[in-house]
């Protein structure tokens, strides 16, 4: 059983269109996160949410959107793709082990997004 | 800026020796260090952590050394098998803030 499934796992886009990547966890964490992995395997956090509260909103551009429909689902959406966009997007999951401290991150396979 | 600066880029050990990954940080409110692990394809997972409290934190063939007072702790594996072929995460975290910071990663191969 998955524990962090996303889909897709590959997509390919022209620039400008839009797209949206899902994330469930099965693991009944109550935090989830998006990450954002780039060519050179550098791991940035982008966004977390907590219990449906956005608690992390990094700098990333307007474009990027998340949502949390419940506890159990982050997806992100992306607005007028650019190629630098292009990267490995994680998501993940994990206890919040008190008011400010989270857990183990547990995460997905990854979702790899070319812009064309 | 760089928070967590990570080396080396990449290190090849032939099987049984020692793979060494080093880590320094500047903020000295981080409390929280630990080492996550990723194959290709797949996402990193957590493969060993330690808080500022020890020196040392030993599981298996796997130790995190932690130098308080240089910033710097490091990641040890003894008798390194080709099966550990990946790429290593060092990161921090601290109190009163929910995220971990990555260092930039270690590809790490054992050579049979």
């Known amino acids: 059983d998955t524990a962090v499934s996303q889909t897709p796992k590959y997509l390919v886009t022209q620039m400008g269109n839009d797209k949206s990547i899902k994330c469930e966890q099965n693991l009944g964490h109550d935090t989830m996160y998006w990450y954002k992995q780039d060519s050179k395997k550098f791991l940035k956090i982008m966004f977390s949410y907590n219990n449906k509260e956005l608690i992390i909103n990094e700098t990333v551009p307007n474009r990027f959107s998340p949502k949390s429909p419940d506890k159990a689902h982050l997806n992100l959406h992306i607005n007028s793709l650019e190629l630098g966009d292009s990267a490995v997007y994680f998501c993940?999951?994990?206890?919040?082990?008190?008011?400010?401290?989270?857990?183990?991150?547990?995460f997905g396979e990854g979702s790899r997004l070319t812009v064309l | 800026q760089q928070q967590v600066k990570q080396s080396p880029q990449s290190l090849i050990v032939q099987k049984g020796g020692i793979s060494i990954i080093n880590c320094a940080y500047e903020n000295t409110a981080f409390d929280y260090f630990p080492w996550y692990q990723q194959f290709p394809g797949k996402g990193p997972a957590l493969l060993i952590a330690i808080r500022p409290d020890v020196s040392e934190k030993k599981e298996g063939r796997f130790t995190i050394s932690f130098n308080k007072s240089a910033k710097q702790f490091s990641l040890h594996i003894m008798d390194s098998q080709p099966g550990d072929s990946a790429t290593y995460f060092c990161?921090?975290?601290?109190?009163?803030?929910?995220?971990?910071?990555f260092g930039s990663g270690t590809r790490l191969l054992v050579r049979p």
């Open positions: 990161a921090a975290g601290e109190d009163s803030s929910y995220k971990l910071i």
């Open positions: 993940a999951s994990s206890w919040l082990v008190s008011t400010v401290r989270t857990g183990e991150l547990f």
